[in-house]
């Protein structure tokens, strides 16, 4: 079981930017997804998820409305699509799965503890 996350940089406030999570030695689409970020010193903390039956979203408050997180089941990946970005978006990001295919069938958690696999991360840097 692998992740890869891809897709970082450097974008001007306001703008947008797509972070990919493509898996490999597993079918992603039986899996809900999420994707996390960490300012460096400060605690990890969830952004969006999706569920493992692509029929429900949830999001943190920061990121309700301007994330979203699709999937790509041909390319086994899944997206972060972040808009209207600011300055305190600027973090790492990391997408994760849960343990098992099915598992958050209805919904999904932005706990950390819930999920067992994670990418090694991409660097996001918002400018103001």
């Known amino acids: 079981v692998q992740l890869v996350e891809s897709g970082g940089g450097l974008v001007q406030s306001g703008g947008s930017l797509r972070l990919s999570c493509v898996a490999s030695g597993f079918n992603l689409d039986a899996y809900a997804i999420a994707w996390f970020r960490q300012v460096p010193g400060k605690e990890r903390e969830g952004v969006g998820c999706l569920t493992s039956s692509d029929q429900n979203a949830y999001y943190a408050d920061s990121a309700e409305g301007r994330f979203t997180v699709p999937r790509d089941s041909l390319k086994n990946t899944a997206f972060l699509q972040m808009d209207s970005l600011n300055p305190d978006a600027t973090a790492d990001y990391f997408c994760?799965?849960?343990?098992?295919?099915?598992?958050?069938?209805?919904?999904?958690?932005?706990?950390?503890?819930?999920?067992?696999?994670w990418g090694q991360g991409t660097r996001v840097t918002v400018s103001s």
């Open positions: 994760a799965v849960p343990r098992g295919a099915g598992d958050m069938f209805s919904l999904c958690e932005l706990s950390e503890s819930e999920y067992t696999y």
